[in-house]
């Protein structure tokens, strides 16, 4: 009898399912943070929360994030486990270690790329840009992803995207069918974890009068020239505008942003300085012509400034009645919705009301639980 309860409980044990496995694609480590490694982050910060208030429990789940090699931050997480792995960098370790290290589970991409070799993946593709608007980015850059987005495409089991309007795109440019690709909206509150950076305005010598905020880098797609040729037409004359953000040559097309007298481009500033910026900013002046998201406009919401951006692509999307909206390639309207906010108070301070609200609804805890149920999905579709 003791034979016989031995012999059943070893096969009761053998038979008790393994956690799934999930991995985590860590190549946005080493990369410069833009809003596609922003979102990668805070994205894998928000799962690991969760997995640690036990909604994803370790006899279910096991979460691994796999990095490449190289001088890169260590994430400090609990719940998901963080391996260096392989020797070859960038582009090398993604197509030909990445998948080595990542059988027998789900591999999750977060920010663009994934590698071609693996299909039991799921890949987040942020935009179609590279083929709606090519002028913005450098030709090898360029050239890649217009092979790579298509192939993984047909391949990997689901595309994730951040808005609508992305997926209509990647439908559209990348011929991937609407139904294989779901929404997981992105979020804006990370930027009210750090403590503004007063120092901004001291070391650039800024904030002295009002000041209207543009953040992004000088590609053509970020319309920096829109906002230089709508100074023409402002009628109020006591103001600046502060230009923020880094320059990435290998990656983005640059155009180069007209001297004016008001204009003061400041360059890359810190999380703790762009919230400082954002919250004594008159506005925060947004006319991209293309954005699959757009984070700038929801960070500076949720830090209760107004909003004026643009009335295409995403943005109507993202931003809700908690924005004001132009035509980014008609100066004039530009201009005219930059008076209104100087002028109008009683505007001003109805379109900060309304952009904490419009902010308050996406969180990054939201999209980490979108995120796994896309996992769980594709799970149920493949028990393998």
Request: hydrophobic letters at 40%; aromatic letters at 8%; one cysteine or more.
């Amino acid at each position: 009898m003791s034979v016989t309860r031995g012999h059943q409980t070893e096969k009761l044990a053998d038979s008790t399912p393994r956690p799934s496995r999930v991995f985590l694609n860590g190549r946005y480590l080493g990369q410069a943070v833009t809003g596609v490694q922003r979102c990668a982050r805070e994205t894998i910060q928000a799962l690991d929360l969760l997995i640690g208030a036990g909604e994803y429990p370790p006899s279910l789940w096991k979460f691994i994030l796999l990095a490449p090699p190289g001088p890169w931050e260590r994430p400090v997480l609990g719940g998901i486990d963080v391996r260096t792995v392989g020797r070859l960098p960038g582009q090398m370790w993604e197509q030909l270690e990445l998948p080595v290290h990542a059988r027998g589970g789900l591999l999750l991409n977060f920010a663009n790329t994934a590698p071609l070799a693996v299909r039991r993946q799921c890949v987040t593709i942020h935009d179609a840009s590279v083929f709606a608007f090519p002028s913005a980015y450098s030709r090898t850059f360029r050239a890649w992803y217009q092979i790579l987005l298509p192939r993984l495409g047909g391949r990997v089991a689901r595309v994730l995207t951040v808005s609508e309007f992305s997926r209509n795109e990647l439908s559209r440019w990348a011929r991937i069918p609407r139904q294989r690709i779901s929404v997981v909206h992105c979020a804006g509150e990370h930027i009210l974890s750090v403590a503004p950076d007063a120092g901004v305005f001291r070391q650039h010598g800024i904030g002295s009068r009002p000041y209207v905020l543009a953040v992004g880098s000088s590609s053509p797609h970020k319309n920096l020239q829109g906002i230089v040729q709508a100074l023409e037409y402002v009628g109020c004359d006591d103001f600046d505008v502060v230009v923020a953000g880094g320059r990435n040559l290998r990656v983005f097309g640059m155009e180069q942003v007209s001297t004016h007298r008001r204009i003061r481009t400041i360059g890359y500033v810190t999380d703790g300085q762009l919230r400082a910026l954002y919250e004594r900013a008159a506005c925060l002046v947004f006319p991209s012509l293309y954005e699959g998201f757009g984070l700038p406009p929801l960070e500076a919401m949720a830090c209760g400034c107004a909003v004026i951006t643009s009335n295409t692509t995403s943005l109507p999307e993202v931003c809700g009645d908690g924005a004001l909206y132009c035509d980014p390639r008609n100066p004039r309207d530009i201009a005219g919705r930059i008076s209104a906010v100087l002028t109008r108070p009683e505007l001003a301070a109805e379109l900060r009301s309304r952009a904490l609200a419009r902010s308050r609804l996406f969180s990054w805890e939201a999209t980490a639980r979108a995120v796994m149920k896309v996992v769980q999905d594709v799970g149920r579709e493949d028990p393998s």
